[in-house]
C-alpha cells in the first residue's frame, strides 16, 4: 500500500475557495476569502475586463476549521464563460466558468463510476478507457454460508449471483447499502426521466432503448434479485469474501464468496428498491417490472413475518457489517413504494406518516427516501397521504438546513457534528432533501441556493481546497482508498468518485499524520486513509441526484 500524498500540478493550493467545477448562470455563487484587509473583490472575464467590483461580506469565524473568513458573492454575473477573481492581499486567482451545462459531464461521471464498479464484467477499452480491466468476481459459485443456511438451502449450497456493483473501495457487496444507492439512482431518474433519457455515458448499453442511468442500475438490480431466496422470500444481508482482499485488481482476488445472513433491513431495503423499480422500468420491460414486484412482494411477506432479524457477524466473516438495529424507517420506506407501486393503500399502513419528522436519510436511516417517493409522486396518491402533512415535513426540514446557511461563515449549512465518516455524503443527501422541498415549493429559493451551496462546498468551497470528486475540479484526490485505482497501471485515481471528506473522528487508519485535527480541515489524500478517503455507491448516488436536480432546477 503507498500513502504518499501526491504533489502533482493538479496540487496548487487556492486561497480562495469555490465551487472549482462550475456554476449554472443564475445560480447563486459565492466565494470563500481569508478575512485581509480587503474590503472588495475584483472579477475579471477572459480577456482581462473587470465585470464586477464588489464589497466582501464582514469577516466571521467557522467553528469547525477555527477559520476566520470573508465571503464574495458574485451571482450578479451572469454570462457563460471563464472567470478570475482576486483580492488585494491574497496571493493567489481563483477561477471559476460559468455554463448552461455546468454539470452535465459532473454528472454523467458520477454515474459512469458505477460502471467502474461493476462486477463480474470485462471493462473494455471502447468504454472504459486507460481503466480497462479484466472481469473480476463471476460469482457463479457462491456458497450459502451457515449463517443463511436453511433447510431447502443448507450450508455450502451453491448459488449464482453475478452482477453488481463493488460497494466501495473493497470487492464486497451488501444489500442495504445497495438498496440506498441504487434507489438514489432511481429517484433521480424518476424526477428528471427527460434529462436522463438524452444521456450518454459510454457503457456497453449505450445505444438500446433503455437511458443509460437505468441500464447502470439494472446491473445492481440484477444481482440484488440474485439474493433473494426463492423459497422463503428473505434476502441475504451480503455476498463477501471472509476477509478484505489487498489491494490487488478485481480479477486477482480469487477468494471464495459467500452469501452471508438474512435480515430484516435487507428484505425491507430489497422489497423498497424493487417496488420502486418496478413502476420505474416499466415502459421498457412489463416482464421485468412484474418480476421486480413479485420479488419486492415476497421480501416483504418474509420482513412481515421475520420482522426483528439483525445482522450479527459471523466470528469467521470479516467484511463490512452494515448493521442496523432499528428497521421501523425500513418498514416506513418499503411501505411507501409498495403503495405508490400497487396504488393499493392498504400498504400505506406501515408507513406511520404521523410519527417522526424528515431528516437527511444515510444507508441505517431510510424513512425519508420513501418521502422523496411520495414526494416525486404527490399527484397521484389516494387520500390516505395526508400531503399537507408530508410537504411541512419536508419544509421543515428545509428551512432547518437552510437557516444553518445563514449563520455560516463559509455559507454553507454545516456545522462542527457534520464532519462524521462519509461527511461528503451527510452534505449531499442535506442537498438532496433540499432540492425535493424546492420541487414541491419552487418559491422558496433559499432551498435551492443552500442546496447549491452544499454541492459547492464539495467541489471546492471548502478549508482543503479539495474538489472531493476525482477527475473534476482544479484540485481533486489522487489517491482515494479504492482497490481498482490504487492497483491499476494508471497515475491517480478512477473518475467519477466522491471521496469520503473530512472527519472530526479519531483516526488511526494512517501512519501518515493527518494536515489538521479541527474536524472540517481533517482530510488526507492517501490510499490508507479509508476514514477521509475512501469511496462509496452510497456516497456517490447523492452526487448523481444533487447535480441533475441543480443543472435541471437552476436557469
Ligand atoms: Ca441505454
Ligand atoms: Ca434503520
Ligand atoms: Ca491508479
Redesign the pocket.
Known sequence: MTSSVSSSAANVTTLIKLNQVGYKPNSEKLAVIPAVAATTFTVKDAYNTVVLTANLSSAKTWTPSAESVKLADFSSITAEGDYTLTVDGVQNTASFKISANAYDALNAGAIKAYYYNRASIDLLEEYAGVYKRAAGHADTTVYVHESAATSLRPANTIISAPKGWYDAGDYNLYIVNSGISTYTLLAAYEKYPTYFQGQNLHIPESGNAIPDVLDEALWNLEWMLSMQDPNDGGVYHKLTSKNFSGFVMPSADTSARYVVGKTT?AALDFAAVMAAASRIYKPYDATLSTKMLDAAKAAWVWAKTNPTVYYSQPSDIKTGEYG???????FAWAAAELYITTEEDAYFADFNQSVGSADVPG?????SLGLISLAHNIDSLSYVVDKDLLKSRLNTLATNISSQKTTSAYGVPLTSGDFYWGSNSGALNKALMLTVAYELDNTKTNYLKTAQSLLDYVLGRNPTDYSFVTGFGVKYPQNVHHRPSGSDTVAGSIPGFLAGGANGENKTDCTTPYPSTLSAKSYLDAQCSYMTNEIAINWNAPLVYVSAALQNLTE
Open positions: 433491513a442496523d438495529g432499528n428497521v421501523a424507517d425500513e444507508w441505517p436511516n431510510v424513512k
